[in-house]
């Protein structure tokens, strides 16, 4: 089984740009889709990012998915921070076995 | 609009048995498999199983096989989490989630997830 690896925490300043990485331990990245979700303190997920780069209508465009083979990882990319996108964010995948796994975990903080 | 509702928070002693819900509206229900994740502060989101209600195959990852039951009321369009005899370990907040595909074949990605049912397990 493999997992997921987010860095626990990111800060930065309203209106910056912060990318969030998410890497698998064993399998190919790029076999797989991943998903993005956004939680907000008290709520259920919400998606952000579907299918490594797809963005759900109501999603801004400052939220952008991308995968990049050569260190397994996908990324997540808020540019133009905002309050608003305080919140924590987690990864997910799954194989051929459709072993399903979610990343740790990125609290976002906006100062 | 697609909607999961979650049953409300439940306080439980250790030992008792709990049946948590998942009411699903506003699509096919029968077409799209449904699944349960657990929450913790300690593991964060985990994915315990996941139900096609068109036929109630239910499918269960290793690490919560034999702990609980996933189950279907076609007639109501209700999913369940079930569990018979409670520990202190399974406190935590509990989510369904709606695959994002439809059909049979399985691509476990999710896009619409049920408000959460906290569940409080005292030893």
């Known amino acids: 089984n493999f997992m997921l690896t987010q860095p626990h925490s990111m800060s930065e300043s309203p209106g910056k740009t912060v990318t969030i990485s998410c890497t698998r331990s064993?399998?190919?990245?790029?076999?797989?889709?991943v998903q993005w979700y956004q939680q907000r303190p008290g709520s259920g997920p919400s998606t952000v990012i579907y299918?490594?780069?797809?963005?759900p209508s109501g999603v801004p465009d400052r939220f952008s998915g991308s995968i990049d083979s050569s260190s397994n990882s996908a990324s997540l990319t808020i540019s133009g921070l905002k309050t608003e996108d305080e919140a924590d964010y987690f990864c997910?995948?799954?194989?051929?076995?459709?072993?399903?796994?979610f990343g740790g975990g990125t609290k976002v903080t906006v100062l | 609009e697609v909607r999961l509702v979650q049953s409300g928070a439940e306080v439980k002693k250790s030992g008792e048995s709990l049946r948590i819900s998942c009411e699903a509206s506003?699509?096919?229900?029968?077409?799209?498999?449904i699944a349960w994740v657990r929450q913790t502060p300690e593991k964060g989101l985990e994915y315990m199983g996941i139900?096609?209600?068109?036929?109630?195959?239910?499918r269960y990852s290793p690490s919560f096989q034999g702990q609980v039951t996933i189950s279907v009321d076609k007639s109501t369009t209700t999913a369940y989490l079930q569990w018979i005899s409670l520990k202190a370990s399974d406190s935590a907040m509990y989510y369904c989630?709606?695959?994002?595909?439809?059909?049979?074949?399985?691509?476990?990605?999710?896009?619409?997830w049920g408000q959460g049912t906290r569940v409080t397990v005292s030893s």
């Open positions: 997910q995948s799954y194989d051929s076995n459709n072993h399903i796994v």
């Open positions: 064993s399998g190919n990245i790029a076999s797989n889709y």
């Open positions: 506003g699509y096919s229900v029968s077409n799209y498999w």
């Open positions: 989630a709606r695959s994002a595909w439809s059909g049979y074949y399985l691509i476990p990605l999710f896009d619409n």
């Open positions: 299918e490594d780069d797809q963005r």
């Open positions: 139900l096609y209600p068109g036929d109630s195959e239910a």
